[in-house]
T-cell receptor, first 113, second 115 residues
Framework: AQSVSQHNHHVILSEAASLELGCNYS??????LFWYVQYPGQHLQLLLK??????LVKGIKGFEAEFIKSKFSFNLRKPSVQWSDTAEYFC???????????FGAGTRLTVKP | KAGVTQTPRYLIKTRGQQVTLSCSPI?????VSWYQQTPGQGLQFLFE???????NKGNFPGRFSGRQFSNSRSEMNVSTLELGDSALYLC??????????????FGPGTRLTVL
């Protein structure tokens, strides 16, 4: 069955710490990969996406993610987090030719000032 | 360009009632997808509409239905509401809805509470 796993339910960091959020998927075939962020009281926003090409993709606000096909992973990273990065982060996967997107359970990130 | 809009933002209903939620996609977008977000189940895909036709459907009972109009606006309907239908219902639009390089943009959601 198709599934998306986010290993960390809640991550707490201090400002300036480095961040890595894990995402693994179980999907047959070619996939598109996404990270979305949901700030408190706001709607889901796209952070970054991977369709093809360079497996290291850069998104908004200094975030990046690396697609490792052999590990079925798409981990999100940021070298130095800020208090304003406090939010819930969702990894999402879909088959390349349709819009049935499957989301991970989300990781809540709390950044302490 | 205006984003995805959803109305109403909040709804309170009682068990057994039915409810209709509305979504207006970004101008020019022809695909609309619906998701249910709950603390226990997370974000789950309900269905996708493109050119007034349902193209994909998630694993939800037939009480959940939807439609899309010629202007790409979409509605979803839940009949015979149950307590477990309490959730945030999210709508997402994309230009073509055919995967590929298409990207979904989400609306703010409708918070449905079933009493």
């Amino acid at each position: 069955a198709q599934s998306v796993s986010q290993h960390n339910h809640h991550v707490i960091l201090s400002e300036a710490a480095s961040l890595e959020l894990g995402c693994n998927y179980s999907y047959g075939g070619t996939v598109n990969l996404f990270w979305y962020v949901q700030y408190p009281g706001q709607h889901l926003q796209l952070l970054l996406k991977y369709f093809s090409g360079d497996p290291l993709v850069k998104g908004i606000k200094g975030f990046e993610a690396e697609f490792i096909k052999s590990k079925f992973s798409f981990n999100l990273r940021k070298p130095s987090v800020q208090w304003s990065d406090t939010a819930e982060y969702f990894c999402a996967v879909r088959h390349y030719n349709n819009n049935d997107m499957r989301f991970g359970a989300g990781t809540r990130l709390t950044v302490k000032p | 360009k205006a984003g995805v809009t959803q109305t109403p933002r909040y709804l309170i209903k009682t068990r057994g009632q039915q409810v209709t939620l509305s979504c207006s996609p970004i101008s020019g977008h022809r695909s609309v997808s619906w998701y249910q977000q709950t603390p226990g189940q997370g974000l789950q895909f309900l269905f996708e509409y493109f050119s007034e036709t349902q193209r994909n459907k998630g694993n939800f009972p037939g009480r959940f239905s939807g439609r899309q109009f010629s202007n790409s606006r979409s509605e979803m309907n839940v009949s015979t509401l149950e307590l477990g239908d309490s959730a945030l219902y999210l709508c997402a639009s994309s230009p073509r809805g055919a995967g590929g390089t298409d990207t979904q943009y989400f609306g703010p959601g409708t918070r449905l509470t079933v009493l």
